[in-house]
């Protein structure tokens, strides 16, 4: 879709996002614009799937509002959430380069804009100026680094650190603010336990020794965060 077939709310939201992307970062100005002439925007409500796990990315996608659960699902029926995805992060890179499956589904946890670009018009730009190879090789590399140190973390970490690392950082980008130093997160159990890697039953044990300790809260479907800066120090 070429840029000037943008509604102007849809243009302004690019040109604000695009640029600060980290892999685009470092892009001079006429390679991003042209990068921009090729998106299009797709509107996904939430629950709606944008990628499947094991299936080829047909292009790039960069969140440009809302936010997307990344996951995947084991053949035995368990299910492990990597992140929940918010703006300026992209997905389906690498199967755009190598043509091979997405390692995780996403879904969209709300109601996301998402900017696509299609695989044939990102890989003959890359072909066009090789110069930018560089800057996909870094990003490729810094989510290695990511998904190594995850690993580290996983093996090495307590699950109470890790659960409340993860309150944290949920609140941080996601949280609302409903009372005097209370915030709240729409987050269930199943959800937390997902993300970690442990069973709901773990989860909820853990909750509670926070529960008793007056830093959350534990309410149908949320949790609320009475004591943000206490809980980033457990």
């Given at each position: 879709m070429p840029a000037d077939t943008f509604s102007p709310e849809d243009m302004l939201l690019i040109q604000r996002v695009v640029p600060e992307m980290q892999l685009f970062r470092n892009w001079p100005q006429h390679d991003v614009q042209g990068l921009i002439e090729d998106m299009r925007v797709i509107?996904?409500?939430?629950?709606?799937?944008?990628?499947?796990?094991?299936?080829?990315?047909?292009?790039?996608?960069?969140?440009?509002?809302?936010?997307?659960?990344?996951?995947?699902?084991?053949?035995?029926?368990?299910?492990?959430?990597?992140?929940?995805?918010?703006?300026?992060?992209?997905?389906?890179?690498?199967?755009?380069?190598?043509?091979?499956?997405?390692?995780?589904?996403?879904?969209?946890?709300?109601?996301?804009?998402?900017l696509f670009v299609r695989r044939a018009a990102f890989l003959a730009m890359l072909a066009r100026n090789p110069k930018l190879w560089p800057s996909v090789a870094n990003h490729v590399g810094d989510f290695q680094r990511m998904a190594l140190a995850l690993l580290d973390e996983h093996i090495f970490e307590r699950l109470h650190v890790r659960l409340t690392r993860v309150l944290v950082a949920i609140a941080k980008t996601y949280g609302i603010p409903v009372g005097p130093g209370v915030i709240g997160i729409k987050i269930t159990q199943d959800d937390l336990g997902n993300l970690l890697g442990v069973t709901r039953q773990s989860v909820s044990k853990e909750l509670k020794r926070l529960e008793r300790s007056k830093l959350v809260r534990i309410e149908y479907g949320q949790i609320m965060l009475t004591n943000v800066p206490a809980l980033g120090k457990v």
């Open positions: 509107r996904d409500p939430a629950g709606r799937c944008l990628l499947r796990q094991g299936e080829i990315a047909d292009g790039l996608y960069a969140i440009a509002a809302g936010s997307v659960e990344v996951s995947a699902g084991h053949e035995d029926g368990r299910r492990y959430i990597r992140r929940f995805a918010q703006p300026g992060m992209l997905f389906g890179l690498v199967s755009v380069l190598d043509g091979r499956g997405s390692t995780y589904s996403y879904v969209a946890r709300e109601n996301t804009k998402i």
